[in-house]
Nanobody, 135 residues
Framework: QVHTVESGGGSVQAGGSLRLSCEAS????????MVWFRQSPGKEREGVAG????????YYADSAKGRFTISHDNAKNTVFLQMTSLVPEDTATYYC????????????????????????????GGQGTQVTVSS
């Protein structure tokens, strides 16, 4: 069963930055893909960024490009999301979700134009971390 612990959220003003962390367990389970989602009350979840942990290939939603950076520490089974130039529309609960299947995010396996979160269904493993951006 997937279990994740997200942290690093908080309240910031527009233009600020936050760095989110997500540790997936068990640490011996090496997930091929890790994706950050966000969800606001009454809205569907939105894939924000993903990473193929084998070679570091990254994927971003249009809303995140140029502002967010996803990275990972394989030894710690941890993925990070550095968020800059935050805007009120970024306000949401952020979750990470891992997947074991390489086919969900490995380069060359995705249909052109599709992201890892369009390709496979990712299951949240934790409670998420709240990000609130005020104008």
């Amino acid at each position: 069963q997937v279990h994740t612990v997200e942290s690093g959220g908080g309240s910031v003003q527009a233009g600020g930055s936050l760095r989110l962390s997500c540790e997936a367990s068990p640490v011996t389970e090496k997930y091929a893909c890790m994706v950050w989602f966000r969800q606001s009350p009454g809205k569907e979840r939105e894939g924000v960024a993903g990473i193929y942990t084998r070679d570091g290939t990254t994927y971003y939603a249009d809303s995140a490009k140029g502002r967010f950076t996803i990275s990972h520490d394989n030894a710690k089974n941890t993925v990070f999301l550095q968020m800059t130039s935050l805007v009120p529309e970024d306000t949401a609960t952020y979750y990470c979700a891992p997947d074991r299947s390489h086919a969900c995010c490995a380069p060359g396996t995705l249909v052109p134009g599709r992201h890892p979160w369009d390709t496979c269904y990712y299951t949240y493993g934790g409670q998420g971390t709240q990000v609130t951006v005020s104008s």
